[in-house]
T-cell receptor, first 112, second 114 residues
Framework: GNSVTQMEGPVTLSEEAFLTINCTYT??????LFWYVQYPGEGLQLLLK?????DKGSNKGFEATYRKETTSFHLEKGSVQVSDSAVYFC???????????FGPGTRLSVLP | EPEVTQTPSHQVTQMGQEVILRCVPI?????FYWYRQILGQKVEFLVS????????KSEIFDDQFSVERPDGSNFTLKIRSTKLEDSAMYFC????????????FGPGTRLTVT
């Protein structure tokens, strides 16, 4: 079945550091890929998405590119802020419309 | 901006009791979902619902669980006889069509079974 793997956290960075959170997936065909963010005490918010190969999703300074050849969708941000501290979930929906499969989440802590 | 709401925000119940978690999806949405997140673990799909019936469910969604859309606005998840391992955050989501990138999540209900 479909699955999503993320780098294990927690990830601790200083403000203005560069962020990469790795995400790889296993799925047949061409799934849609997503990054969700969960701020402390809150629900899930869609951060960005990509629905076909080579698409780049971007939002709030975060980017991720759908790489079919490496089955990856790594999340990046050039300069993180304290307010980016949250748990980040990579997720996919299968090409056949199967419901979401979430990765285990990566906790990011940004220190001032 | 329209949003999905959930009540209560926190529910504490004793093992063996029935609980009903409530969700109000976005008003013109047609597809409804429940997900579960055990503390510190990943988000897991439970069930999807469309046209007044379950369209898909996971192996977690056993006979102890049921969903209902009792009126035009609410979408409920019932756990018939709660177990300790049902303690989790439960998220409701809705979407306007089958394109999941339009899936909007509620803030969650934290269920604690003692």
């Amino acid at each position: 079945g479909n699955s999503v793997t993320q780098m294990e956290g927690p990830v601790t960075l200083s403000e203005e550091a560069f962020l990469t959170i790795n995400c790889t997936y296993t799925a047949t065909g061409y799934p849609s890929l997503f990054w969700y963010v969960q701020y402390p005490g809150e629900g899930l918010q869609l951060l960005l998405k990509a629905t076909k190969a080579d698409d780049k999703g971007s939002n709030k300074g975060f980017e991720a590119t759908y790489r079919k050849e490496t089955t990856s969708f790594h999340l990046e941000k050039g300069s993180v802020q304290v307010s980016d501290s949250a748990v980040y979930f990579c997720a996919l929906e299968g090409e056949d419309g199967q419901n979401f499969v979430f990765g285990p989440g990566t906790r990011l802590s940004v220190l001032p | 901006e329209p949003e999905v709401t959930q009540t209560p925000s926190h529910q504490v119940t004793q093992m063996g009791q029935e609980v009903i978690l409530r969700c109000v999806p976005i008003s013109n949405h047609l597809y409804f979902y429940w997900y579960r997140q055990i503390l510190g673990q990943k988000v897991e799909f439970l069930v999807s619902f469309y046209n007044n019936e379950i369209s898909e469910k996971s192996e977690i969604f056993d006979d102890q669980f049921s969903v209902e859309r009792p009126d035009g606005s609410n979408f409920t998840l019932k756990i018939r006889s709660t177990k300790l391992e049902d303690s989790a955050m439960y998220f409701c989501a809705s979407s306007g069509d089958r394109s999941s990138y339009e899936q909007y999540f509620g803030p969650g209900t934290r269920l604690t079974v003692t």
